[in-house]
């Protein structure tokens, strides 16, 4: 079946814009968790959707948000983008085994 | 501060050797701990746990071993090919939610064949 799939997978914005990405989960799946990962930082949990709602947040700051739709589907919005915003961002579901599938991540830059 | 550290960014092993990848904690309530792999492109898949309660887990060539007096534990590949070239990461928790999960900056391993 498919895999978790992310897009855009690269993105270049520039200091004050705002982003949003996309995750699409593994189908049955109804958890979607955020992570930025930065160089030598490791993955850093920003969210959880469950069925629209959020469940657990990281320590980030309120220019990070995100939703889940309907359909599992979730968006990440980032506002005000920084440099330090520079990061790959990825997503992951779970499944009724408490398995975690990640996807293969959306590169941002910003300049 | 790191509560999960990986102080060895890169490590290089020939084909056939193995390939030891160390990682160190500090929080002292951390009971499970667990290793991922990423391959450039694709996001990090779970490789090998083990609970604290244990000091050993072993699935094929992979083997985790864990010392919970000195806050490490280590990955050991044997024997090391070069499709296990990839980004390693250590992880950490003190709950089995995965939003608890702390993971480590990651380890680049290259197998030379």
């Known amino acids: 079946k498919a895999g978790v799939t992310q897009t855009p997978r690269y993105l270049i914005k520039t200091r004050g814009q705002q982003v949003t990405l996309s995750c699409s989960p593994i189908s049955g799946h109804r958890s979607v968790s955020w992570y930025q990962q930065t160089p030598g930082q490791g993955l850093q949990f920003l969210f959880e959707y469950f069925s629209e709602t959020q469940r657990n947040k990281g320590n980030f700051p309120g220019r990070f948000s995100g939703r889940q739709f309907s359909n599992s589907r979730s968006e990440m919005n980032v506002s005000t983008l920084e440099l330090g915003d520079s990061a790959l961002y990825l997503c992951?579901?779970?499944?009724?085994?408490?398995?975690?599938?990640f996807g293969p991540g959306t590169r941002l830059t910003v300049l | 501060d790191q509560q999960v550290k990986q102080n060895s960014p890169s490590l290089s092993v020939q084909e056939g050797r193995i390939s030891i990848l160390n990682c160190d904690y500090t929080n002292s309530m951390f009971d499970y701990f667990l290793w991922y792999k990423k391959y450039p492109a694709e996001g990090p898949t779970f490789l090998i746990s083990?609970?604290?309660?244990?000091d050993k887990n072993e699935d094929g060539r992979f083997t985790v071993f864990l010392n919970k007096s000195a806050k490490h534990l280590s990955l050991h590949i044997v024997p090391s090919q070069p499709g296990d070239s990839a980004v390693y990461f250590c992880a950490a928790s003190a709950s089995t939610s995965y939003d608890k999960v702390i993971f480590g900056p990651g380890t680049s391993l290259s197998v030379i064949p």
């Open positions: 992951a579901t779970v499944d009724y085994n408490n398995e975690q599938f």
């Open positions: 083990i609970s604290s309660i244990k």
